[in-house]
Structure formats: structure tokens, C-alpha cells
């Protein structure tokens, strides 16, 4: 009996051995692929949140806490707005967003990378029906409150899914804030020496 036992939890150990090392190895050949494909979609992500010809990275401390965000330029160097990437903590976990503010501190887009929200419920904040409402408040009212109605805000929210629209609520006003503390030093960025190549592509369309 004690042999029996022995032998069963040799080959539990074994087999689970050969799976620790056959998942770190998988991992360690598809952990760069999908570390290069989130920096080719938030780069994509950049482009599409504030159209600029080229960014550049900064990172400035506020409040104690480290912010990381891209500046953008025109074709003449001139400052377009920066980009923010925040996680506000919806539902259901973290909601990704890239958020664009124009030099007049306006957001002008934004556009969610990842969210773990109910299907169905907080997952529509992906939904054209909301992202369309959400576009034309933009659009149309030059200052606009990003909460929900049941706040006293201007965003309607997704049905059912008032705690995840608060949340993503709460990320573009983490952008907005952002931008108007470090207002300052965004606008008076300047481009580097063009000989010295930067690591963050624009649009050089």
C-alpha cells in the first residue's frame, strides 16, 4: 500500500514538473509576441485618439504617483495635445483606455484597449450605440461633464451597467485632470534634435 502510494505521488510529481516546464516554455515563446502586439495597438491606439505626425514620450510625477503619457506634434513641431492611458476599475476589472486631449484641453477621442466587463452588459461600452453617444456629446457640447445622468453628468449609461459606466467615467476625467496639471509642460514640449530618432512613431502618413 505504501509502495502504491509512493509510486502515485512520484508520478504526480513528475507530471507536474513536465508542466511547469512545458507552460514556462510556451509562455517564454509567446510572452514578446503578445508584449509586441499590446505596444502595436496601443501606438495604433495613439494615432487614432489625437491624429499627430509624431510623439513623444514623457513622464512627470504629480501627486506623488509616477505619470507616463505622449505628447503629440504637427508637421511643423507645433504641440497638438497628449495622450493618456488609464485603467480605471470597472465591474468587472481593469478598463484600458487611450484617451486623447487636444492643446485646447478637450478630449477628442478615446478609445478602449481592453476590459473585462459583463458580456453583454459592461462590455457594450465597446458598442457603437454607446461609443456614437458618446462621440456626438464630444462633438457637439463644448464642455461637457463626463459622469453619468443618475450623477448629474451629460454621458448616458450603458443599460444595466451603471458601475462600469461610472468607471470608464472616471478614466476620462483621470485624463482631463492629467492634462490640466501638467497643461504647462505639455505645451511647452519641444521636438528633439531630428538626428537623434525617437522610439515612439506618429503618423507619417
Known amino acids: ?36 502586439n499590446q505596444i502595436k495597438a496601443e501606438i495604433e491606439a495613439q494615432n487614432e485618439v489625437l491624429p499627430s505626425f509624431e510623439f513623444l514620450e514623457k513622464s512627470s510625477e504629480l501627486n506623488g504617483k509616477k505619470i507616463s503619457y505622449k505628447v503629440g506634434f504637427d508637421r511643423n513641431g507645433k504641440v497638438t495635445g497628449a495622450v493618456f492611458k488609464v485603467s480605471p476599475k470597472g465591474f468587472g476589472g481593469l478598463i484600458n483606455t487611450m484617451v486623447g486631449v487636444n492643446n485646447q484641453g478637450r ?18 461600452l ?18 461637457p461633464i463626463f459622469k453619468v445622468k443618475k450623477d448629474g453628468g451629460d454621458v448616458d449609461a450603458v443599460t444595466a451597467a451603471t458601475i462600469s459606466s461610472r468607471a470608464f467615467c472616471s478614466g476620462l476625467n483621470e485624463a482631463l485632470d492629467n492634462y490640466n496639471a501638467l497643461k504647462d509642460q505639455i505645451l511647452s514640449s519641444k521636438l528633439p534634435d531630428k538626428s537623434l530618432p525617437l522610439n515612439q512613431g506618429g503618423n507619417n502618413k
Open 107 to 124: 478630449i477628442i477621442h478615446y478609445k478602449i484597449l481592453s476590459l473585462s466587463e459583463t458580456p453583454g452588459l459592461g462590455s457594450k
Open 1 to 36: 500500500m505504501t509502495n502504491n502510494m509512493l509510486k502515485t505521488g512520484l508520478f504526480l510529481f513528475v507530471v507536474a514538473a513536465i508542466s511547469g516546464t512545458l507552460l514556462a516554455f510556451s509562455e517564454s515563446l509567446t510572452g514578446p509576441v503578445i508584449k509586441q
Open 126 to 143: 465597446k458598442s457603437e450605440k454607446f461609443s456614437e453617444g458618446l462621440k456626438d456629446l464630444i462633438e457637439n457640447n463644448a464642455s
